[in-house]
Nanobody, 116 residues
Framework: VQLQASGGGLVQPGGSLRLSCAASGSIFRSKLMAWFRQAPGKQRELVAR???????NYADSVKGRFTISRDNAKNTVYLQMNSLKPEDTAVYYCNQRATWDQVGTWGQGTQVTVSS
């Protein structure tokens, strides 16, 4: 399994970005997909996850601003990020796993910087 994340960049506060993560070499539609982030000096934290059936969960800090979705035909998971804040600045990683109690596979990370 390989995960290729893209879409990060520099954006002003209040702006939007859409991250993408393309998966290869696996039965994508049966997998749980998640986005994590890690800011400098902080632990990696869960941002959002989407189960194979479409159920989603979000960290409280991003509820109402971020939306996770998946396109099984394209083996891709997305993270639409709106109303971005400076505290959203981090390296964002996608993760794929069969069940939540597994570590799964990590993508390479994409930098998101929110700054004026």
């Amino acid at each position: 399994v390989q995960l290729q994340a893209s879409g990060g960049g520099l954006v002003q506060p209040g702006g939007s970005l859409r991250l993408s993560c393309a998966a290869s070499g696996s039965i994508f539609r049966s997998k749980l997909m998640a986005w994590f982030r890690q800011a400098p000096g902080k632990q990696r934290e869960l941002v959002a996850r989407i189960f194979s059936g479409g159920t989603t969960n979000y960290a409280d800090s991003v509820k109402g601003r971020f939306t996770i979705s998946r396109d099984n035909a394209k083996n891709t998971v997305y993270l639409q990020m709106n109303s971005l804040k400076p505290e959203d600045t981090a390296v964002y990683y996608c993760n794929q796993r069969a069940t939540w109690d597994q570590v799964g596979t990590w993508g390479q990370g994409t930098q998101v910087t929110v700054s004026s």
